[in-house]
Structure formats: structure tokens, C-alpha cells
């Protein structure tokens, strides 16, 4: 496989963003959707490859005027599903089961990291059990995730989906030899650079990644995980175990008959830093000292993602603590040590305490429950199914919004119309980040994307800059009969 960005999307290809920004989506000024108090955002994201679009909106969706929202998820594989209900899952761990900085640095190790620390391991096998009672029964799922709906799977969708939690709670190392699919997919694709490869590594930084607004990316960052698959590492460990959650099959030639193979099919060019690592709204992140960023973009994903868990606990911004003098240190300063007589009985008591922190610090020991997500709900679709969608009484006009991500663009076809209200809106992502296109060919893929949405009944988005547009939106206005 010569391609570097693989069969399958992982991560996306561009920034997360709240699909209720006005200052992001213009288009949204006229959809009318808080008219009735009954009424709720239907969205439909095709081919995203991650749920940072959905989780970033539900998280900030205290900031706006209070509505219930239904996503419908379209991937073109399982093993993305999968990866859905994990991060869902995670983002929606509660306090007593899991801190957030500890569920910060395990959302950015599973999200982007080839190999992962022993506990995180530990934690995707706890959680596979956990979701294979909820594909295969329902009243678990409604019990442990209330607003994830798996009903419009089809039944082989659902065994297959058991099939992957089944992969992933086998303890075994030697079932998906990480380091070693890595390894041959940049043989593949680097051919006769590969001996050379850190140079082509470099060259990839700075003559593609830096000049799209990527600079936060330190080289250091990005060629490290460009060597060994490893893009976060918010704590100094051990990531030595292979991240089954990016384990996926492909079916390939082999001596005339075609073979299924299970290996590392993903990106190895653009990286997983482009999805929360590159912006922020804190603005702090991107100071310069001699005209060197002071922080790296792994700086700005933890902070992104300790913030979006934040917001979705308490529905309040997010504000990092002041660092404070030490007590000790001011007690020094105003008449030195004291001694302090600790009784029996608070001795007990402190290793009462102890304990009791020792069990909630480790989320297997605990059962699983979720966050509330009040008036939410988020509807797994069958794969590849847009086409049939305009076909089913249930989905004609319904929804107010539709993401496309690059690789899925293909999709919007006049076909697509039925299936939204009469005034929506369409997002779709652009190539910018898709590092193997020169500029010409950026320039044309918008290009292109512009004259299906046209033909599909948008209207025209006016003068778009291929260089610096993460996404083209366009407003949708069905024709009056």
C-alpha cells in the first residue's frame, strides 16, 4: 500500500469545531431551528472519522440557547464504530470512576498512539466487555450509554462490531505486532527513501506541514511519531503495548486470491496533531520567543480536551488553575515549621481515606455509568447507506445539517436533497491537510467539491481560498414547487 493515508480515517484531517459557531458557519444565520420547543438539531456527519465534531458541539452547546441534538454517524467501516463507543465512553466517564487529567491523557494515548501504556491497555479490554453486552443487548446499552442508538445497524454490523471488542479484550501482545505493520507501511510507502527516511521526514515538516498553519507541531513531535507511531505523550511512561483500537483488516492480492489481512491500515503522513492539536481558544498556546513557539501542540490538545471534558461535566469554560507559592514556603517566611499532633484515630482514618482513593484512581475496579447527556442522541447508520437513505420515508427532510469529510465527498449527490430540510446546511472538509496534494491539486479538489454541491442543490459559497479553508460551507434552499 503506497498510499499514506491508508484505507481507513482514524483521526480527521482537519480541526475540531463547534457545528454551532456562528463566526465558523455563516450559514446557520436562518435555519430557524429553536421555533418550537419540541424541535431538535439533526446532524449528519459522513465519513468524519472521529466523533471530535459531535463531542466538541455537545460540550459547548451551553453557550447558545438550549436545544436537543441527534447525530447520525455514516462511516464507511466498523472499526471506526468501535472506536466511537470508546471515546464516547471515556469522554463520558464520571469523577468517582476517572480524574480528568488521567481521562485526558487516556482519550490523547488511545486517539493517537500506535503503542500505549499497560493501563490504558487494561482499560480498552475492561471497556470491550462492556461493549459487547451493549451490541448484543439493548437494555444494557440503554442502561450504560442512553444516547447511543445501534438499532439501524444491521445484524452482521452488530456480530462484526462484537467481533472487534472480542479482538480487543485478548490480552495476548502477539495478536497485532504494531511496531511491525508501522514499520512495513512506511517501507511501502517511502520505497527507496526509507533508508533515508528521517530526511524525508523533515522534508515533509517543512515543506508541506508548517506552511498550513501547522506550525505548533514542533519537528521534533512530528517526526518522532512519524518514526514510531507515537504522537502524545502527556506523562513520562512506558508506551510499549500495542493500541488494538487501530488494529483493522484489508482485503489484498495474494498469489491470485484475495486474502483478508488484519495490520495497521491507517495515516502515516498527516498525523493525529490535526485534529485538537493545531487550534485553540485559548490563545496563550501560541506565544513566540525568539521566534520559536514556547508550547508544543501536545500542549494544545491536552489543554483542548481537558477543556471539552470540562464543559461537558460542569457547562462552564474551562479555566486553568493559577500557579500559587507553596505553603510552605510562605510558612517559612512568617516564622518557620510547625508541628502538627496527629491522633490515632486520624491516623486511621487518613489510611481509610487512602484506600478508598487508591480504588476510585483505577476505573476498573468500579462499574461503568456515564455523564447525563440531557436530550441528546446519536444514531450509528449502516455503512455506505447515504445512497439509500432518500429512499426511507423516516429520513426525507430531516436534517438540518450535513458534514462531509474529503475522503466521502463523493456522496453529496443530487440524491443527498431529499434527505435535508428545507433550509440546511452542508459542511465540507477540504484537502488542506492532505500533505501528498501539491497546491494545484488542492485548488481543484475545491473546486470540484463546489460544482457537486451546486449540482446537488446548494448555492454558491462565492471566492474560497484553497490555501487557508479547513472547510467550504454552503447553504441549502430547497426550490418552492
Known amino acids: 500500500m503506497s498510499n499514506g493515508f491508508g484505507t481507513i480515517t482514524w483521526w480527521g484531517f482537519s480541526p475540531a469545531i463547534d457545528l454551532q459557531n456562528p463566526d465558523l458557519i455563516t450559514a446557520l444565520t436562518g435555519l430557524n431551528i429553536d421555533e418550537k420547543d419540541d424541535e431538535e438539531m439533526r446532524i449528519l456527519l459522513v465519513g468524519a472519522g472521529d466523533l471530535r465534531h459531535a463531542l466538541t458541539t455537545l460540550a459547548r452547546s451551553y453557550r447558545y440557547r438550549k436545544k436537543k441534538f441527534h447525530f447520525y454517524?455514516?462511516?464507511?467501516?466498523?472499526?471506526?464504530?468501535?472506536?466511537?463507543?470508546?471515546?464516547?465512553?471515556?469522554?463520558?466517564?464520571?469523577?468517582?470512576?476517572?480524574?480528568?487529567?488521567?481521562?485526558?491523557?487516556?482519550?490523547?494515548e488511545l486517539f493517537g498512539n500506535l503503542t500505549i501504556r499497560k493501563q490504558a491497555s487494561e482499560y480498552v479490554e475492561k471497556m470491550a466487555n462492556e461493549f459487547i453486552k451493549m451490541v448484543t443487548d439493548f437494555d444494557i446499552l440503554h442502561q450504560k450509554l442512553p444516547m447511543l442508538d445501534l438499532s439501524q445497524l444491521k445484524f452482521k454490523e452488530r456480530d462484526f462490531l462484537e467481533g472487534i471488542f472480542k479482538f480487543w479484550r485478548n490480552p495476548s501482545l502477539e495478536i497485532f505486532d504494531a511496531v511491525k505493520h508501522w514499520d512495513m507501511r512506511q517501507r511501502q510507502y517511502l520505497g527507496p527513501r526509507y533508508d533515508c527516511r528521517m530526511n524525508a521526514y523533515d522534508w515533509d515538516y517543512h515543506m508541506k506541514l508548517v506552511n498550513k498553519e501547522a506550525e505548533i507541531i514542533h519537528k521534533h513531535e512530528y517526526k518522532t511519531w512519524r518514526s514510531t507511531g507515537i504522537a502524545f505523550e502527556p506523562r513520562e511512561a512506558t508506551y510499549d503495548v500495542p493500541n488494538k483500537t487501530l488494529a483493522s483488516g484489508v482485503v489484498v492480492n495474494q498469489g491470485?486470491?484475495?486474502?483478508?489481512?488484519?495490520?495497521?491500515?491507517?495515516?502515516?503522513?498527516?498525523?493525529?496533531?490535526?485534529?485538537?492539536?493545531?487550534?485553540?481558544?485559548?490563545?496563550?498556546?501560541?506565544?513566540?520567543?525568539?521566534?520559536m513557539y514556547t508550547k508544543l501542540s501536545l500542549n494544545v490538545a491536552e489543554f483542548n480536551i481537558l477543556s471539552l471534558f470540562h464543559e461537558l461535566t460542569h457547562k462552564e469554560k474551562y479555566v486553568p488553575p493559577k500557579v500559587e507559592e507553596k505553603s510552605s514556603e510562605k510558612k517559612e517566611k512568617e516564622g518557620g515549621a510547625t508541628i502538627t499532633e496527629i491522633t490515632e484515630e486520624e491516623e486511621n482514618q487518613e489510611e481509610e481515606s487512602l484506600k478508598q482513593d487508591d480504588i476510585s484512581s483505577n476505573p476498573l475496579e468500579l462499574p461503568y455509568e456515564s455523564l447525563p447527556l440531557e436530550d441528546v442522541k446519536i444514531t450509528f447508520l449502516p455503512l455506505n447507506c447515504l445512497p439509500d437513505l432518500q429512499r426511507k420515508s423516516?429520513?426525507?427532510?430531516?436534517?438540518?445539517?450535513?458534514?462531509?469529510?474529503?475522503?466521502?465527498?463523493?456522496?453529496?449527490?443530487?440524491?443527498?436533497?431529499?434527505?435535508?430540510?428545507?433550509?440546511?446546511?452542508?459542511?465540507?472538509?477540504?484537502?488542506?491537510?492532505?500533505?501528498?496534494?501539491?497546491?494545484d491539486q488542492e485548488v481543484e479538489f475545491v473546486n470540484k467539491v463546489i460544482g457537486l454541491a451546486k449540482a446537488a442543490g446548494c448555492q454558491d459559497p462565492g471566492k474560497i481560498d484553497a490555501k487557508t479553508s479547513n472547510f467550504i460551507t454552503f447553504r441549502y434552499q430547497r426550490p418552492s414547487s
Open 256 to 291: 491470485g486470491e484475495k486474502v483478508s489481512r488484519r495490520g495497521y491500515w491507517g495515516d502515516i503522513v498527516a498525523s493525529p496533531f490535526l485534529a485538537f492539536g493545531i487550534q485553540s481558544e485559548d490563545k496563550s498556546f501560541f506565544k513566540k520567543s525568539n521566534n
Open 73 to 108: 454517524i455514516l462511516e464507511n467501516a466498523l472499526e471506526l464504530y468501535a472506536r466511537d463507543m470508546l471515546f464516547l465512553s471515556l469522554s463520558l466517564e464520571t469523577p468517582k470512576r476517572m480524574g480528568l487529567q488521567e481521562k485526558t491523557e487516556m482519550f490523547l
Open 394 to 439: 423516516k429520513y426525507q427532510n430531516t436534517f438540518h445539517m450535513v458534514y462531509f469529510a474529503n475522503s466521502l465527498v463523493h456522496l453529496l449527490t443530487s440524491d443527498v436533497a431529499p434527505i435535508l430540510t428545507d433550509t440546511a446546511v452542508v459542511i465540507i472538509e477540504t484537502a488542506r491537510y492532505m500533505l501528498e496534494l501539491k497546491d
